[in-house]
């Protein structure tokens, strides 16, 4: 049957599917609505099932806070082409819109979220269709505290969240934000750093002291030194500050606010290190 530009229109802002696929997809239904949006949302199905094996490295990572609550993810694609376009920029957005609203636990949370006409699992699938790439939700977390701040690197592929004890200057949480974006600490300090990756430090220092020909009496001593000089690289508070190399964070902090400190951040990047 013919198919009218208006209706191609109308159900391209439907569906955010491509002219002919709304063409085809109208063709096929005969003109009903309901029964075109169905054959695009298929046809995303399929797409996201003949992809399935492919890598998506490549996405939007997106933070916002609404003040004492913040949230980050990524919408991960195959392309970078994909991941730059407007359409994709917008739909991540919606989708960190909407988690932050409902201040969603997990990323499954944020997939059952409605949006359109099903879900937001849905609306990926159906995007999915449309580009002709996998795509995939991914990266998500979450803050909250008194000021819960972010920071987003230029061009979508990092960012970070942080939540600190107190209410803090808009200027100090972004700072620690790009502190936790630029130096990527383990953890906020020596307690919080993982029982696994501690141990691993430590056999390395200790094989590392043994090459150099330690001896074996001194070996604990110098592994200890070596793991005090991984807290320093590795844990927040410890970290030099960068935009002050003659304190640390946990100093600055400190001299900002009495007592400041972070009690939680997440960061999340596309970027190989």
Do not use: W
Not at 54 to 66: H, I, P, Q
Not at 196 to 207: I, R, S
């Amino acid at each position: 049957m013919a198919v009218s530009m208006a209706d191609i229109t109308h159900l391209r802002k439907m569906s955010g599917a491509g002219m002919m696929d709304c063409k085809n997809a109208l063709a096929e239904a005969e003109g009903d609505f309901d029964k075109a949006m169905e054959i695009i949302r298929k046809k995303g199905q399929a797409v996201a099932a003949k992809r399935s094996d492919r890598d998506a490295s490549e996405g939007c990572v997106l933070a916002k806070s609404n003040g004492e609550y913040a949230a980050v993810i990524a919408l991960k694609c195959e392309t970078d082409f994909v991941a730059k376009n407007a359409d994709f920029v917008a739909l991540t957005t919606e989708i960190l819109d909407l988690a932050i609203a409902n201040k969603c636990a997990d990323v499954e949370a944020v997939k059952a979220l409605p949006m359109g006409t099903g879900t937001i699992a849905d609306a990926i699938t159906d995007r999915s269709g449309i580009t002709g790439e996998k795509m995939e939700l991914d990266g998500y977390g979450v803050v909250e505290g008194p000021t819960a701040a972010f920071y987003i690197h230029p061009g979508n592929k990092l960012a970070t969240i942080v939540s600190f004890n107190q209410a803090v200057d808009a200027q100090v949480s972004r700072d620690i934000a790009m502190q936790i974006a630029a130096m990527n600490p383990v953890s906020i300090n020596p307690e919080g750093v993982p029982a696994e990756v501690l141990e691993k430090e430590k056999t390395v220092a200790a094989e590392k002291a043994r090459e150099e020909g330690k001896p074996e009496n001194m070996i604990e001593k110098i592994a200890l030194g070596r793991i005090n000089k991984f807290y320093k690289e590795a844990c927040l508070l410890q970290q030099e500050f960068v935009k002050d190399g003659k304190m640390t964070v946990g100093e600055y902090l400190e001299k900002t606010n009495k007592g400041l400190t972070v009690t939680a951040f997440k960061r999340f990047t596309l970027n190989a290190e």
